[in-house]
Nanobody, 130 residues
């Protein structure tokens, strides 16, 4: 069964850090562009960070530049989202998503539009609050 499973969410104080993991199973993530998206209550889904399959291209949303980083370990079929200096406005459900790299035009377009996507994870809650 093809799936993405996120983990690592939780409650953290402002200024704190979390690392989210996105583990792919049932397919090899080497050929996929992976993205992290988030959706807060009452807001539209936002593409946060996306990385291409060959590390050739990475897109960062302006709201997370300098604070969040994305990395991938293809040997473990896992992508990580390191979130530092978290702010209350980072509170959201975070989803990872994957798309075959050959289907996209640019990583930025895929990340901003959230389309096309082949697989979505179930999401993990991140709450930033004192």
């Amino acid at each position: 069964q093809l799936q993405l499973v996120e983990s690592g969410g939780g409650l953290v104080q402002p200024g704190g850090s979390l690392r989210l993991s996105c583990a792919a199973s049932g397919f090899t993530s080497d050929y996929y562009t992976i993205g992290w998206f988030r959706q807060a209550p009452g807001k539209e889904r936002e593409g946060v960070l996306c990385i291409s399959s060959r590390y050739a291209s990475t897109y960062y949303a302006d709201s997370v530049k300098g604070r969040f980083t994305i990395s991938r370990d293809n040997a473990k079929n896992t992508v990580y989202l390191q979130m530092n200096n978290l702010k209350p406005e980072d509170t959201a459900v975070y989803y990872c998503a994957a798309v075959t790299t050959k289907r996209i035009t640019t990583v930025q377009a895929m990340c901003v539009k959230g389309d096309p996507i082949d697989y979505w994870g179930q999401g993990t809650q991140v709450t930033v609050s004192s």
